[in-house]
């Protein structure tokens, strides 16, 4: 028999995390090693811990989980990212791959696509789900957004939700400094000069969360 594929979830909702596991652990070619509630946690485990997909959410407290997946690729090239979100907004999705995504699923996806995207991913194909597909093909290639790095993508999405550079910098555990220093990088890069700016620019792409 072969080995079964060792999955890593991240996801702050912790029933959503749960309902994952008892899906995937259904199915014999599929095992899941941990799961995480926020992005820290499974950047931490994955500096001494290997997989072979990590299902991650974008969406969560602490390190955004753009930045996440750019640090668990750069240690780990040959781990394969499913990203399994709300979102389905080209901008995000292309965010997304850009930062080297194997595959993005939105969260209506059937129980069955999640676990074929899975195996997909593994296999070294790229898996998106058909609105996501469609999403792709909105050209969206001048957006001001596309310059930033992952950090400055997921700073440039709280500022534009109204968060302060003091909020902001408590919630990525970085220093008040660091964060105005990125809040006028990413200005010079977007020419985004005002926090209304920003937001207009934000929602225009939809960019942010649901409430946000």
């Keep these: 028999m072969s080995a079964r594929l060792r999955v ?3 996801d702050d909702h912790s029933v959503v995390r749960t309902g994952y596991r008892r899906l995937l652990e259904l199915e014999p070619d ?3 090693v941990a799961d995480f509630g926020d992005a820290d946690s499974a950047c931490q485990w994955f500096s001494t811990h290997s997989a072979d997909v990590l ?3 974008l969406s969560m407290p602490g390190r955004g989980g753009l930045e996440a997946l750019a640090r668990v690729k750069a240690r780990q090239p040959s781990l394969r990212v499913l990203i399994f979100s709300m979102h389905d907004s080209a901008s995000m999705v292309g965010q997304a791959l850009r930062a080297g995504a194997d595959g993005y699923l939105t969260k209506s996806s059937e129980p069955d696509t999640l676990i074929e995207a899975v195996r ?8 998106l789900s058909p609105e996501i597909a469609a999403a792709l093909a909105v050209d969206e290639s001048q957006a001001a957004h596309l310059a930033l790095s992952p950090r400055e993508f997921e700073i440039f999405r709280l500022l534009a939700a109204g ?3 003091d909020e902001i910098a408590v919630r990525l555990f970085l220093s ?5 220093n990125y809040q006028t990088m990413i200005r010079q890069k977007t020419g985004l000069s005002t926090a209304l700016d920003m ?3 934000a929602e225009a792409h939809r960019l942010l969360d649901k409430g946000e």
């Design 55 to 57: 299902v991650l959410d």
């Design 163 to 165: 968060r302060s550079v």
């Design 30 to 32: 599929m095992e899941v």
């Design 176 to 180: 008040v400094k660091t964060v105005a």
């Design 199 to 201: 937001y207009r620019h």
């Design 120 to 127: 997909k991913v593994s296999r070294g194909e790229q898996a």
């Design 8 to 10: 890593v979830l991240a």
